[in-house]
């Protein structure tokens, strides 16, 4: 049945494209994979060590014949950056914005990539360069490291309020952060990189007047503060799904441009083929009034430069620097936009966790009986109170997530969920506590 919605020729040489990252086991995987391709009589296009987002990008150039883009490595980066340099034009400064990061490759293959695009880049972007490959995967670094515990990468020099970026090993994450004079890291995930990108296209589709719609995509791990910006003062529309990249990207879909990023800083922005196309038609009209045209020539190299098939921290810096510099912004002005509410997360282990069930997007529980009712009780008692609970995918835990007006209530609502969690669902080993 799938073979004939999506029109499978079974006759037809199947195509697999394989590409592998820098880690010791990659090279006999690989093979392993092609030996098995060719025996059961496919073809195969080994596109050596990349990215997962670069293969992703691949796939969609070859099932597109070459419309969505060259299905090569030059290609990639060839147009991405010649899109990214266009928009940027000939200052790479403009107001606060300084055109110079410090980039945490995370010792992955992002690093070795992040190599190649600087060859493009020219004097557009000046990046230095830390966890380049030399040392072990992830290893205190990487966009996950600094997210999670909420510190600055080892390896990465500490330069008081520079704009620093960390990738994750396969660069398919992407987080911005800072230290100011005090030494505390000031991060900007998931959800700043979202409002910054939907300010800046909500802006863009206003001015094009093409009738475009534009939608952001959230989880419910999304901060409060957030989800309010944008639809209280960019006044744009926001759904709320269930956790998982797979569901950001179908919801995505629905919108002429679909915006989604999750808190770990994996997402993207999808053009559909209708807001392409009005796009790409418009730009061609040279008596449109300039203001307008200029919108609308801006939104197609956008479309140019990002890399729509899947989260690419690459692609998505380069959205990122284009947005700060036409703002004007530093990475301290970037942050002023709103203030995050205090979170707090925790984990509950229980005997097992199918007994916790939730509904809207995660965000109500309906199992086991009475701890939804607690949730309520706990977050009315809370100013700015919002507090959750969702079992693991993998493993018999259940993460709860709570945000509050200060760090002490967030925790504090935190606490009592999970207390709430261990005592109704069956909770073992020692009681929940704060770290």
């Not at 072990?136 to 966009?143: D, F, I, Q, V, Y």
């Not at 503060?225 to 179908?250: E, F």
């Not at 098939?309 to 936009?337: K, M, N, P, Y």
């Not at 529980?365 to 993998?394: C, E, H, K, M």
Request: overall charge negative.
């Amino acid at each position: 049945m799938l073979a004939e919605a999506e029109s499978i020729d079974w006759e037809a040489r199947a195509l697999i494209c394989v590409g592998q990252d820098t880690r010791p086991s990659s090279p006999d995987l690989a093979q392993a994979a092609i030996t098995g391709i060719t025996v059961m009589g496919g073809e195969v296009k080994d596109y050596g060590v990349v990215t997962t987002p670069m293969l992703h990008y691949f796939v969609a150039s070859i099932n597109t014949d070459g419309i969505y883009a060259e299905a090569t490595e030059d290609g990639y980066f060839k147009k991405m950056t010649t899109a990214f340099k266009k928009l940027r034009g000939d200052k790479p400064s403009n107001g606060n914005y300084v055109p110079s990061i410090l980039f945490d490759g995370a010792n992955g293959v992002g690093a070795l990539k992040m190599k190649v695009c600087l060859s493009y880049l020219g004097d557009s972007l000046q990046v230095q360069l830390y966890n380049d490959g030399n040392g072990k995967l992830n290893h205190l670094c990487g966009a996950d490291y600094v997210k999670v515990q909420q510190c600055a990468p080892h390896g990465v020099p500490r330069i008081t309020n520079a704009r620093c970026v960390s990738v994750d090993g396969d660069a398919d994450r992407i987080v911005y952060y800072y230290t100011d004079e005090c030494d505390k890291l000031h991060l900007l995930d998931g959800d700043r990189i979202a409002t910054l990108v939907a300010d800046y296209l909500m802006e863009l589709v206003q001015k094009s007047n093409l009738g475009l719609q534009l939608g952001l995509v959230q989880t419910a791990y999304a901060n409060g503060s957030s989800t309010n910006y944008i639809s209280k003062t960019l006044k744009a529309p926001v759904a709320c799904v269930p956790t998982g990249v797979k569901h950001l990207h179908q919801k995505a879909l629905e919108y002429d441009i679909g915006i989604y990023f999750e808190a770990n800083g994996h997402g993207t922005v999808i053009f559909s083929d209708f807001a392409t196309k009005r796009i790409c038609c418009a730009a061609e009209e040279p008596s449109l009034p300039k203001k307008q045209l200029c919108a609308i020539r801006t939104l197609a190299a956008i479309i140019e430069a990002i890399n729509q098939t899947v989260g690419d921290a690459i692609s998505d810096l380069l959205i990122l620097e284009t947005v700060l510099h036409a703002r004007g912004w530093s990475i301290q002005d970037w942050e002023a936009a709103y203030t995050d509410l205090p979170n707090r997360q925790l984990k509950v282990t229980l005997k097992d966790r199918r007994v916790i069930e939730t509904t809207d997007a995660e965000r109500k529980s309906v199992a086991p009986p009475g701890l939804q009712d607690q949730i309520n009780l706990f977050v009315r008692n809370v100013p700015n109170g919002r507090a959750f609970v969702r079992p693991s995918g993998t493993e018999d835990i259940v993460r709860v997530y709570a945000e509050a007006d200060t760090q002490a209530n967030a925790d504090q609502l935190a606490l009592q969920v999970a207390s709430a969690v261990y005592q109704l669902a069956g909770g073992v080993g020692s009681p929940p506590a704060l770290e």
